[in-house]
T-cell receptor
């Protein structure tokens, strides 16, 4: 089996600060995802990547950047943190298509 | 556009009750449908998936039938236990842009002992 690791588990930042969340997977999966989870709103896709150095925008990409420099890692940057984007950020990976997505445990973002 | 609707934000049951969580979808064609479950403090994990219309998926006592006529994929379990307390997400694989899923808003299941 494999595992998805997200760091940090808790991230606290100031309003307007640039913050980076990291995700690593050892499944050797091609496709990776970043979702934002807000209570009562489900999972909304921010960015995804189907291979190294590829980036695809999701439905919620404004205010975020992403980077896939290696197959095993996918990072997400909040370009200017705002209080209304306090949420849990989930990373996932898959071999692609209709295959199962495997999720990490999440990073909880708090903005002061 | 593509959408997945879960009307129930929260369901509260007692142990051994029957569970029914509503899910309907809207898209063109016949997408692959999923149920994911998220236990407290963890990421979501796949519970079951069905690719072919009118087929049934089952796992750990949960069942869901892909009904293309009513565009529904409701989740059922005959007798819930306290360990089933979790958030359940219905999801759909896009028929175009096939690497993406659309998730419903989730249904929190609370089982009272």
């Amino acid at each position: 089996g494999g595992i998805i690791t997200q760091t940090p588990k808790f991230l606290i930042g100031q309003e307007g600060q640039k913050l980076t969340l990291k995700c690593q997977q050892n499944f050797n999966h091609d496709t990776m995802y970043w979702y934002r989870q807000d209570s009562g709103k489900g999972l909304r896709l921010i960015y995804y990547s189907i291979t190294e150095n590829d980036l695809q925008k999701g439905d919620l990409s404004e205010g975020y950047d992403a980077s896939r420099e290696k197959k095993s890692s996918f990072s997400l940057t909040v370009t200017s943190a705002q209080k209304n984007e306090m949420a849990v950020f989930l990373c996932a990976s898959t071999t692609g298509g209709a295959h199962e997505q495997y999720f990490g445990p999440g990073t909880r973002l708090t903005v002061l | 556009g593509d959408s997945v609707i879960q009307m129930q934000g929260q369901v509260t049951l007692s142990e051994n009750d029957f569970l029914f969580i509503n899910c309907t979808y809207s898209t063109t064609g016949y997408p692959t449908l999923f149920w994911y479950v998220q236990y407290s403090g963890e990421g979501p994990q796949l519970l079951l998936q069905v690719t072919t219309a009118n087929n049934k998926g089952s796992s750990r006592g949960f069942e869901a039938t892909y009904d293309k006529g009513t565009t529904s994929f409701h989740l059922q379990k005959t007798s819930v236990q306290e360990i089933d307390s979790a958030v359940y997400y219905c999801a759909m694989r896009h028929t175009e842009g096939a690497d993406r899923l659309t998730f419903g808003k989730g249904t929190q299941l609370i089982i009272q002992p």
